[in-house]
């Protein structure tokens, strides 16, 4: 039975979320059959050549909707799996084929001002065909699952919830006394981030602890220009390797992520790995992948946030269980049983 997949994510130059995601999935569904077809628009040279297969497409953009789209109309297979929100609008016409995909979270909904008009309408538009002519929707978490029903109006029969995982690094990670004083938060520096709420809770944990930094890594995102980085002991550094990544990790005094709104939460679970205390938002998605291992905090409010630093970085008594509880909440998300339960939707 042959299985297609949208691979286009696969060839993102800096990923983030959602690429992780594509490229743990993919990669671990190759292994479990060598009966797939990976649709991309130029060869990915460390995957299996026989497995792909080039649509050639003179454009930057809408290759998965026209191309992609095209290919699955007159060439329809038994199963297509996009895992990156999309299903080609022509594909939709193509009854044959039982399609699957990946709802990573509706952050349009939650803070529309971070999107233009085009992407609203765009993520709406194919949110709503998602729900209407997919066979299954994943989903990370329970959170964007409640959302889609809430929202869309979705059958909850036909969502999944398939919690992704965690890559785990063997690393020597410093003792909490020998680390450096700095705050870390990685991951886009944009409006709906919330790094302005972050930064004004920094100046005011700044004003008790002016021996700290606040380390500001990711590319920018929407509204990254109205983010004031530029400010005594803050430091942005841009998009980072993940061997950058490790070293910030390994050596932080403790880890920050106060978005309002999230699909899952990579950045948590790595914090967690590297055996640091987390001040993370108080909202459902990051309860959810936190557990009871967060310190959590309102992200409407710079003096709560601050008090949720001084929590973590004051007193190690206070920080420990918080590091040991992060590191048994590791469990539950595993890249090996995130492949197999979607194996087992696709087939």
């Given at each position: 039975?042959?299985?297609?997949?949208?691979?286009?994510?696969?060839?993102?130059?800096?990923?983030?979320?959602?690429?992780?995601?594509?490229?743990?999935?993919?990669?671990?569904?190759?292994?479990?059959?060598?009966?797939?077809?990976?649709?991309?628009?130029?060869?990915?040279?460390?995957?299996?050549?026989?497995?792909?297969?080039?649509?050639?497409?003179?454009?930057?953009?809408?290759?998965?909707?026209?191309?992609?789209?095209?290919?699955?109309?007159?060439?329809?297979?038994?199963?297509?799996?996009?895992?990156?929100?999309?299903?080609?609008?022509?594909?939709?016409?193509?009854?044959?084929?039982?399609?699957?995909?990946?709802?990573?979270?509706?952050?349009?909904?939650?803070?529309?001002?971070?999107?233009?008009?085009?992407?609203?309408?765009?993520?709406?538009?194919?949110?709503?065909?998602?729900?209407?002519?997919?066979?299954?929707?994943?989903?990370?978490?329970?959170?964007?699952?409640?959302?889609?029903?809430?929202?869309?109006?979705?059958?909850?029969?036909?969502?999944?919830?398939?919690?992704?995982?965690?890559?785990?690094?063997?690393?020597?990670?410093?003792?909490?006394?020998?680390?450096?004083?700095?705050?870390?938060?990685?991951?886009?520096?944009?409006?709906?981030?919330?790094?302005?709420?972050?930064?004004?809770?920094?100046?005011?944990?700044?004003?008790?602890?002016?021996?700290y930094q606040l380390i500001l890594a990711g590319k920018?995102?929407?509204?990254?220009?109205?983010?004031?980085?530029?400010?005594?002991?803050?430091?942005?550094?841009?998009?980072?390797?993940?061997?950058?990544?490790?070293?910030?990790?390994?050596?932080?005094?403790?880890?920050?992520?106060?978005?309002?709104?999230?699909?899952?939460?990579?950045?948590?679970?790595?914090?967690?790995?590297?055996?640091?205390?987390?001040?993370?938002?108080?909202?459902?998605?990051?309860?959810?992948?936190?557990?009871?291992?967060?310190?959590?905090?309102?992200?409407?409010?710079?003096?709560?946030?601050?008090?949720?630093?001084?929590?973590?970085?004051?007193?190690?008594?206070?920080?420990?269980?918080?590091?040991?509880?992060?590191?048994?909440?590791?469990?539950?998300?595993?890249?090996?049983?995130?492949?197999?339960?979607?194996?087992?939707?696709?087939?």
């Open positions: 039975m042959p299985i297609a997949i949208d691979g286009s994510r696969l060839l993102t130059k800096n990923p983030t979320g959602v690429e992780v995601y594509c490229q743990h999935i993919i990669r671990g569904l190759l292994v479990k059959s060598d009966d797939l077809i990976l649709y991309t628009s130029r060869i990915i040279f460390d995957l299996p050549k026989r497995n792909q297969q080039i649509l050639n497409w003179p454009f930057k953009k809408f290759w998965s909707q026209i191309r992609l789209g095209f290919e699955l109309l007159i060439h329809p297979p038994a199963v297509f799996f996009s895992p990156g929100y999309v299903i080609p609008w022509l594909a939709l016409f193509n009854k044959k084929t039982k399609k699957i995909v990946t709802m990573h979270d509706l952050g349009f909904v939650y803070t529309p001002a971070s999107y233009s008009l085009f992407q609203k309408w765009f993520l709406k538009l194919t949110t709503k065909q998602a729900v209407r002519y997919a066979y299954k929707i994943i989903t990370p978490t329970k959170a964007t699952k409640d959302d889609l029903i809430k929202y869309f109006n979705c059958p909850e029969k036909k969502i999944e919830v398939t919690y992704f995982g965690v890559t785990l690094h063997c690393h020597d990670s410093l003792a909490m006394t020998e680390r450096k004083k700095q705050i870390l938060y990685i991951g886009r520096i944009e409006e709906k981030k919330n790094i302005n709420h972050l930064i004004k809770a920094f100046q005011i944990f700044y004003q008790k602890h002016p021996d920018p995102g929407y509204g990254f220009k109205n983010i004031q980085y530029q400010i005594a002991n803050i430091h942005y550094l841009g998009y980072i390797s993940e061997e950058q990544k490790k070293q910030l990790l390994s050596e932080s005094s403790c880890f920050v992520f106060i978005s309002k709104h999230e699909g899952f939460g990579f950045p948590i679970l790595e914090a967690f790995d590297f055996g640091l205390p987390v001040v993370a938002s108080d909202i459902p998605v990051l309860r959810e992948i936190g557990g009871d291992a967060c310190i959590y905090v309102n992200p409407d409010s710079s003096e709560d946030i601050a008090r949720g630093l001084e929590t973590a970085v004051e007193t190690r008594f206070i920080a420990s269980p918080y590091i040991e509880k992060g590191r048994k909440r590791l469990k539950e998300f595993d890249w090996q049983k995130c492949v197999e339960k979607t194996w087992q939707i696709l087939i």
